[in-house]
């Protein structure tokens, strides 16, 4: 019996306790019965509602210090009957914001231009509209489960605390500072994700109207460089609040509002705020952010996505025709096993009798002459080595970085770009390595310059021997066609650099002049769309382009220089030309029998045709 008076007198103790602390931080005791989990209920139109609140995580939150009827201040009874929707615009932080301001708080001012924006409910709209229209709590998370961010260091907050003695002022600290700091609350990506609720919805746009670039705009953005970064954790972008919303967060109004801070007499201070582009002039109003390809917003963007898809089917079809023809014919005419280590010279059944020059006596020499796999004869110079090099390691290192971005909705380019580093280091080594690229194709020209100008000199230039493309060149790619198909018994004599190369060497000056400046033009924008000729279309092209090109030209160097080089039969596993300087008699024989020609008239080669003819070389039967 002892026991139990004990025990209940320890339950009382408990429950008084307990009720103590319920009132401390809720007067009206309204956790009573709001704290049951399964407090539920159901409103006039059949919606099942629960009305359970964590009291920890509400004493946690802004509103933490606020008594439940500040805000539902219509409640007069238990049950409470019909509640009426909380009105944010109401008077409240009665108190302690005195101590700051001198007079009561109210959110009036925010619902006012709210109300004015192009999201507020309007006398004249029709009811669907309204309907549709958000209220405070559609874009505002609930305050009960958002604990503080950024809580201020306590030395800080002793400061603050010297004058503002008031209970509850770190709160109303850490919530100025937060605001202060961004427009929002809200992750960037979450914002996003608010906007598209509605934008993107498209039984939201044929309610109200929405067609043309408007009802694209959230697909349109996400194509973006903004959104791109924001996929990958970057913080530093724009998202949809930093540019269609003010200071004053809740006045948005649409494009064609001269208020609004996205019309085009406006557009150039918002790219300077938050310090996205502080230099942004006026003509930055002429870059089109979400780059749309609609019609009403000029054919350019659409046009230029629609002839580089060309480019890159026809490219591609030209190049794995041209490859599989080669290959085929290489095999069928003995001309390499695939393993280039395995290839052995064929022998010379029948020799041409030995009479005058004998260069070009024997048909498709190439077949029967020794070679070093390593290289034999000189091809490069050392600064050529070093061009290539550089080109090779930046190329890599650009595809590396910059491909995931490309890709931004693929789970891999997510893993790849966290296994770099994060975006953050991804972007600093994309742009450290585009400036080492730039300045290699610069000292590439420097090169190509100096040397011609030393041969001219020197008396020795000849544009044969260069990448400069001449008509032999049409005629050798016709011949060398032929051959692929069987109407010809020999491939054509061509120079140092045959029609293939110089393609590739005219491809490559058209892709780093390309990917230079659109890159400039997503690093610098504020400079490049001032002095860009012709910006409003040039600009936003370059833009696209800077993708599509880094498509196109991984693809031609992965499939196609990669293979010709390095894998088609009698090349693999790899030439040494790169590293060396030097390239195999047989492949300079095959492909660039002028070049071997010249090379034997200077004493630089041998002349094998002589060698076989006059039966030195042990493989003549």
Not at 175 to 199: D, N
Not at 453 to 470: C, E, S, Y
Not at 509 to 514: A, N
């Amino acid at each position: 019996m002892k026991f139990f008076k004990t025990s209940g007198f320890l339950t009382a103790l408990l429950l008084f306790l307990s009720a103590g602390i319920s009132l401390a931080g809720d007067p009206e005791n309204c956790l009573l019965c709001h704290k049951y989990q399964r407090l539920r209920g159901y409103t006039a139109d059949g919606t099942l509602r629960n009305y359970y609140v964590d009291g920890k995580l509400y004493q946690d939150s802004i509103h933490g210090k606020l008594s439940c009827i500040d805000c539902h201040s219509d409640i007069e009874k238990v049950p409470h009957g019909n509640i009426e929707k909380v009105d944010c615009a109401k008077v409240c932080h009665l108190d302690r914001w005195k101590a700051l301001s001198g007079t009561d708080f109210s959110h009036k001012e925010v619902a006012d231009a709210f109300n004015k924006s192009i999201h507020g409910k309007k006398p004249d709209d029709k009811p669907e509209i309204a309907a549709l229209k958000p209220d405070c709590k559609y874009c505002h998370l609930n305050d009960l489960y958002v604990l503080p961010q950024d809580i201020p260091p306590d030395k800080v907050m002793k400061r603050c605390l010297n004058c503002h003695k008031e209970k509850g002022i770190d709160q109303i600290f850490i919530h100025m500072s937060h605001r202060m700091r961004q427009k929002t609350s809200r992750p960037p990506l979450e914002v996003v994700a608010l906007c598209a609720s509605c934008h993107a919805d498209k039984d939201f746009q044929n309610v109200v109207g929405m067609e043309g670039p408007v009802a694209e705009a959230v697909s349109t953005y996400k194509e973006t460089i903004h959104y791109r970064i924001l996929q990958f954790g970057g913080t530093d972008t724009a998202h949809c609040i930093s540019c269609h919303a003010s200071e004053s967060i809740h006045n948005i109004q649409p494009g064609t509002d001269p208020q609004s801070s996205v019309h085009p007499e406006n557009r150039y201070q918002t790219c300077q705020t938050e310090g996205c582009h502080p230099g942004a002039g006026a003509m930055i109003a002429s870059v089109d952010s979400h780059l749309s390809k609609h019609k009403d917003k000029g054919p350019e963007i659409h046009l230029a996505e629609v002839i580089m898809q060309g480019v890159m089917f026809f490219t591609l079809f030209l190049l794995f025709t041209l490859m599989g023809m080669e290959t085929y014919r290489r095999i069928k005419n003995r001309d390499a096993r695939f393993f280039r280590w395995l290839r052995k010279p064929r022998h010379l059944t029948q020799a041409p009798a030995l009479s005058g020059d004998p260069i070009g006596k024997i048909s498709n020499l190439h077949r029967y002459v020794n070679f070093d796999p390593k290289g034999d004869l000189p091809r490069y110079s050392l600064h050529i080595i070093i061009n290539h090099t550089l080109m090779a390691i930046t190329f890599s290192m650009a595809v590396i970085t910059g491909l995931p971005l490309f890709f931004h909705n693929s789970e891999l380019s997510h893993q790849f770009i966290n296994l770099l580093g994060g975006i953050n280091v991804t972007r600093m080594i994309h742009r450290i390595n585009a400036a080492i690229f730039t300045l290699n194709c610069a000292y590439h020209v420097a090169v190509v310059i100096l040397g011609i100008a030393r041969q001219l000199k020197n008396g020795t230039f000849d544009i044969k021997r260069t990448q400069f493309p001449l008509w032999k060149d049409v005629k050798d790619f016709y011949c060398d066609f032929r051959y692929f198909l069987g109407f010809e018994n020999s491939r054509p004599k061509m120079e140092k650099f045959m029609y293939k190369q110089k393609l590739h060497y005219l491809a490559q000056i058209w892709g780093c002049s390309v990917l230079t400046l659109s890159g400039c033009c997503l690093l610098f924008p504020e400079f490049m769309v001032q002095y860009i000729p012709f910006a409003k279309v040039s600009f936003n092209v370059l833009r696209l382009m800077h993708g599509e090109e880094s498509i196109l030209a991984f693809l031609v160097i992965a499939l196609w220089h990669m293979y010709n080089v390095h894998i088609a039969p009698g090349r693999f596993p790899v030439q040494w030309t790169f590293w060396t300087g030097r390239i195999a008699k047989d492949h300079q024989i095959e492909e660039h029998f002028l070049e071997y020609q010249r090379q034997v008239r200077e004493g630089v080669a041998q002349c094998e045709e002589e060698k076989l003819l006059k039966g030195e070389s042990p493989d003549v039967k």
